[in-house]
């Protein structure tokens, strides 16, 4: 059973980076791609990208530029980056699993979710 | 950019069928899933490929998708059952996400 753990800081700066980083464990990053999602409190979901375990990505448009996701198969992990945060950037974020882009790309496993809080 | 419409709250009494709708452009040219979130929880995927149950995703719940809308149907609704619902769809290559329906058990 693959699990996946979030880790980063709870606390970014405005105008500063958040970077979280997803650790996969009981199952291989390789032939999957990996998403980040999250969740602003008391809201719904919003996609933020994902990453291929070749290295190929996308991202959401509506965060245009500032989403960098990048993956280390080496040692089972992927991270993201978002620049520029501002205090709409505050919510829960979850990485997860999928195994495509069309038939096969419901997201069959979730990590349990970090808080970010972007404040001064 | 594309968008999935789902009623923001369905109400049904425990033992009847509830049904969630998604609407989206041509959304049945494309696969849409379900997901259950309960609070504090990750989501759970309930509906995979339009119609298709995970295993031990009890077989009350069912999909369908046709059209401009995808539907989460759930029968003999339990309490249970009472958590948000989002259905997802790809559409070139962007993960899209309803805006979610809290369906109410009551």
């Known amino acids: 059973q693959v699990q996946l753990q979030e880790s980063g800081p709870g606390l970014v700066k405005p105008s500063e980076t958040l970077s979280l980083t997803c650790t996969v464990s009981?199952?291989?990053?390789?032939?999957?791609?990996w998403s980040w999602i999250r969740q602003p409190p008391g809201k719904g979901l919003e996609w933020i990208g994902y990453i291929y375990y070749s290295g190929s990505t996308n991202n959401n448009p509506s965060l245009k530029s500032r989403v960098t996701i990048s993956i280390d198969t080496s040692k089972k992990q992927f991270s993201l980056r978002l620049s520029s945060v501002t205090a709409a950037d505050t919510a829960v974020y979850y990485c997860?699993?999928?195994?495509?882009?069309?038939?096969?790309?419901?997201?069959?496993?979730w990590g349990q979710g970090t808080l970010v809080t972007v404040s001064s | 950019s594309y968008e999935l419409t789902q009623p923001p709250s369905v109400s049904v009494s425990p033992g009847q069928t509830a049904s969630i709708t998604c609407s989206g452009d041509r959304l049945g040219d494309k696969y849409a899933c379900w997901y259950q979130q309960k609070p504090g929880q990750s989501p759970v995927v309930v509906i995979y490929?339009?119609?298709k149950r995970p295993s031990g995703i009890p077989e009350r719940f069912s999909g369908s998708n046709s059209g401009n809308t995808a539907t989460l149907t759930i029968s003999g609704t339990q309490p249970m059952d009472e958590a948000d619902y989002y259905c997802?769809?790809?559409?070139?290559?962007?993960?899209?996400f309803g805006g979610g329906t809290k369906l109410t058990v009551l």
């Open positions: 997802q769809a790809w559409d070139s290559s962007t993960g899209v």
């Open positions: 490929q339009d119609t």
């Open positions: 997860a699993r999928h195994r495509g882009l069309s038939d096969y790309g419901n997201f069959d496993s």
């Open positions: 009981g199952g291989s990053i390789s032939s999957y791609y």
